[in-house]
């Protein structure tokens, strides 16, 4: 009896491998087995490119290995440097990230983030969307709990974060707080999310909002979101005086 279970878990042993080596197509299968890269410091992903353009330039060139069935226990298949078609149909938003910023990366500021902030929110779009991405966690926001603004990769129509930054500044001021364009350029502008409801919800446009904050070294101090398509902002809210400005500049302020 003893030796009949002991060979039943030795052919147990057998079979998951396979199972498991049966998930991934046999081209991919058959590329990893030729050349199998992966990166030793803290990567999640088998790639058949030594030079994966998904990975930060600082881990490359890639460690070679030897391919076998346990390691898909271990990593996922890269999508970016296999050429399978059925992997690259539809990548998911954490793959496109990675695409945008290498996933040792994401990890990196992930964890920190995790530490000083908990679940509030993100300061770099590109991570937060793929943080989202991966947890479904939907980033703090007092006036707002709808799974339908989780921060998504903003549109290729949509006006550049980079630009948005630059305007927030005089867009932020015309609303005609005591937060001059003095004041505001004092303060770090920090383009933090990309949102686009599939339904309409307050302070948000359908077709994509920047969200935009103000912050000295301790903490925030206003919060601009913009239309991501006209550059209109749509809502303004200074955080210490408990002000908040609602639609376009010349609108009154709302004193919570």
């Known amino acids: 009896m003893k030796k009949t279970i002991i060979l039943l878990f030795a052919i147990l042993l057998c ?47 890639l460690t070679e290995i030897e391919f076998n069935n346990t390691l898909l226990n271990q990593y996922s298949i890269c999508p970016v440097c296999t050429t399978v078609e059925q992997l690259q149909e539809e990548p998911s938003p954490l793959d496109q990230a990675t695409l945008v910023m290498p996933e040792e990366e994401i990890y990196r500021i992930t964890v920190e983030w995790e530490k000083e902030y908990g679940f509030s929110e993100l300061w770099d779009y590109q991570v937060n969307a793929a943080f989202s991405a991966e947890t479904g966690t ?45 004041d505001l350029s004092k303060l770090q502008v920090i383009v933090s999310q990309y949102v686009k409801p599939n339904k309409d919800v307050y302070l948000f446009s359908i077709t994509g909002s ?6 000295n070294d301790e903490e925030s101090i206003a919060w601009l979101y913009v239309d991501a398509h006209t550059g209109i902002p749509n809502f303004f809210r200074i955080i210490p005086d408990e002000v908040s400005y609602i639609g376009e500049p010349g609108v009154e302020a709302i004193h919570d």
């Not at 920047?210 to 912050?215: A, E, K, M, T």
Request: charged share 20%; aromatic share 10%.
């Open 15 to 61: 079979i998951i491998p396979a199972c498991i080596a049966d998930e991934i197509p046999d081209e991919v299968a058959s590329l990893l087995k030729e050349h199998c890269y992966i990166n030793p410091s803290g990567g999640s992903k088998l790639h058949a490119d030594q030079n994966c353009q998904s990975v930060n330039p600082r881990y490359l060139p």
């Open 138 to 182: 939907i980033p703090y926001n007092p006036y707002i709990f709808d799974p339908s603004v989780l921060p998504v990769f903003p549109d290729d129509d949509a006006i550049p974060a980079e630009k948005i930054a630059e305007d927030a500044v005089p867009l932020a001021a015309s609303y005609g707080s005591r937060l001059t364009e003095n």
């Open 210 to 215: 920047w969200l935009i904050n103000f912050r």
